[in-house]
Nanobody, 119 residues
Framework: QVQLVESGGGLVQPGNSLRLSCTTS????????VGWYRQAPGKQRELVADITRTGRTNYKESAKGRFTISRDDQKNTVDLQMNNLKPEDTAVYYC?????????????WGQGTQVTVSS
């Protein structure tokens, strides 16, 4: 059985940093492209960043230069380091993973973690 656990959200002041982490657990897992999305109140969910198995990354324009996505395929984790946070980064952040588990494909959303940037 595949489980997805996120951690790392919180309340920070503008200019500060947070690191989000997402761990996929279960036997025989091989992850494909994984990413982080966010949804602010009254807005649609949007891609923040994703990373392929080969390490190719893709970022939302406003995240470039401030956020860094990384993955560890030994631990089945994907992290999002967020620096110089701004109030407009406030949202619920969701991990999204695509992969194979015991020969069957899957895709999962994390439960979401709140990030609030406010002075």
């Amino acid at each position: 059985q595949v489980q997805l656990v996120e951690s790392g959200g919180g309340l920070v002041q503008p200019g500060n940093s947070l690191r989000l982490s997402c761990t996929t657990s279960g036997s025989g897992i091989s992850l494909g492209t994984v990413g982080w999305y966010r949804q602010a109140p009254g807005k649609q969910r949007e891609l923040v960043a994703d990373i392929t198995r080969t390490g190719r990354t893709n970022y939302k324009e406003s995240a470039k230069g401030r956020f860094t996505i990384s993955r560890d395929d030994q631990k089945n984790t994907v992290d999002l380091q967020m620096n110089n946070l701004k109030p407009e980064d406030t949202a619920v952040y969701y991990c999204y993973v695509v992969g194979v588990h015991d020969g069957f494909g899957f895709d999962f959303w994390g439960q979401g973690t709140q990030v609030t940037v406010s002075s």
